[in-house]
């Protein structure tokens, strides 16, 4: 199974990193292939031309190759202002549709006990999925983790929720 880790935010020294990187960890070590999209690479703003494995090169390329290819992919995302990161909206509307096609969607937030931003992934995600009659999932289930104390255990559990759904979907 190919596993793409979205990453929810471009600041330096980003918490939400923390967890992206645990849960790449504890991937890897399930045999799962794993990859990690930061979101440096997408720091053009939309204008219009969306951006796909074609029209790329670089890392942008090979992040949308590891999302292209990838069966299950889990946005980590932390709270700005009640609502998800410019960063991973501005990816949201980059990215073509077509990218998003036969996949399992999972949703962790970066917060100590709210989920704001990454329901809001979600729910763009959610329009995204139907806007070409792509069939994929959006998991019902939405995990928080403390950033500050990353919940090993919390992380695993949540993955294995994940890799149990996708293997009913593939």
């Known amino acids: 199974m190919k596993l793409t880790i979205i990453n929810g935010s ?9 967890i992206s990187t645990s849960l790449a960890k504890i991937a890897k070590d399930q045999k799962l292939i794993t990859n990690l999209i930061t979101l440096e690479n997408f720091t053009t703003l939309f204008r219009g031309d969306y951006l796909d494995v074609s029209n790329t090169n670089g890392d942008q390329k090979s992040d949308l190759i590891a999302l292209d290819e990838a069966d299950l992919v889990i946005f980590v995302v932390p709270i700005y202002h009640h609502s998800l990161t410019s960063a991973i909206k501005n990816f949201l ?18 917060h100590e006990s709210k989920d704001f931003g990454v329901r809001e992934v979600k729910v ?3 329009g ?3 806007y ?3 069939i994929s999932i959006s998991m019902p289930r939405i995990e928080i983790v403390d950033y500050n104390e990353p919940n090993l255990e919390r992380i695993k559990s949540y993955l294995n929720y994940c890799i149990s759904f996708t293997s009913k979907f593939l």
Not at 10 to 18: C, F, H, S
């Open 10 to 18: 471009n600041r330096i020294q980003n918490r939400t990193l923390i």
């Open 132 to 134: 070409r009659k792509h």
């Open 124 to 126: 763009n995600v959610d």
């Open 128 to 130: 995204i999925i139907p």
């Open 93 to 110: 509307d980059l990215v073509d549709v077509n990218l998003y096609a036969n996949k399992v969607f999972g949703y962790i937030s970066s």
